[in-house]
């Protein structure tokens, strides 16, 4: 789906064929480079994962819609707060010619060192303001934790108030288990990393419903994930708030063949509540009391 219309709410599945991922050099690069991209002589030094990116970006053919990805890899050694910010930037910049809207990763859950840098507001604010000066052209999203509630939610909207590049939120999955698995926790209990899938959506969902409420609707949008696997999900995500859906854990599960699925129900559930247009239901259920 190619149409991504940011200035009035619009609710999708987003259904790109080609998603890229921009790691920057937070971590020791241990392959080798592809060929340097063009990119301002100030600029931090890119990773070989940008341009790699920045290599498949520029081969790109068809009308694909393409996300650029970027967040830190979290790994490796330790950079100070300006060399982070530098690089996000440096990656923002040169991916932002080829993509149709940017995602900054600013907290993954599978990650140790960096993961918590940007719940500093202060790093928040100085990252956003260094990419207010970068002019980007696509929209912008900020991906962030789902952790600290209420409070934390406001701090990210605070922090993107005045800066009209910023387009939209995308809440992550949390690094901490969720609750109510049915696996046995002394399966589970040791393992690093999120848990993605259904387990997931019960927060996710609170954080959609809790950042439409307060954001400016005017101006911002948020874009759910996080356990969509069927078209009762999808509508559930668009209701509390979202009006743009991502999946992913479900591709591995069911195929490429899900999407379509999706789309289907999610047009039949919009029928049998005689909806016209999904866009009519977003925060339906999110300013419900």
């Known amino acids: ?64 819609t393409i996300i650029a990805y970027i967040k830190n890899s979290g790994i490796g050694y330790s950079l100070n707060a300006d060399q982070i910010i530098g690089e996000y930037v440096a990656a923002a910049e040169a991916m932002a010619p080829h993509a149709d809207y940017l995602m900054l990763n600013l907290s993954c859950p599978n990650t140790v060192d960096g993961r918590d840098f940007f719940a500093d507001a202060g790093h928040l604010d100085a990252c956003l303001a260094a990419l207010g000066e970068a002019k ?70 609170f954080c959609i419903r809790e950042a ?35 999946l992913l854990t479900a591709l591995i599960y069911q195929g490429p063949g899900v999407v379509r699925r999706i789309t289907s129900g999610l047009a039949q559930l919009l029928a049998r509540d005689g909806v016209k247009h999904v866009a009519d239901v977003v925060g339906v259920d999110g300013l419900a009391p």
């Open 212 to 246: 439409f409420r307060r954001m400016d609707r005017k101006r911002h949008v948020v874009i759910g994930a996080g356990g969509v696997s069927t078209a009762a999900d999808a509508y559930a995500k668009i209701r509390f708030g979202a009006s743009l859906v991502q």
């Open 1 to 64: 789906m190619k149409t991504l219309n940011f200035q009035k709410t619009l609710a999708v599945l987003v259904t790109t064929s080609l998603v890229l991922l921009a790691t920057n050099t937070f971590a020791q690069d241990s392959q080798t480079a592809a060929p340097p991209a063009t990119v301002s002589a100030s600029a931090p030094q890119l990773s070989s994962g940008v341009t790699e990116v920045l290599r498949l970006a520029q081969a790109k053919v068809g009308n694909d």
């Open 136 to 205: 980007l052209r696509p929209p912008v999203f900020l991906k962030v934790s789902p952790l600290g509630g209420v409070e934390a939610i406001e701090r990210m909207l605070a922090a993107a108030d005045g800066r009209d590049f910023v387009s939209g939120f995308m809440f992550n999955l949390s690094p901490v288990k969720p609750e109510r698995m049915r696996t046995p926790e002394h399966v589970w209990r040791e393992m690093p990393g999120a848990v993605s899938g259904p387990p997931a959506a019960a927060l996710a969902d």
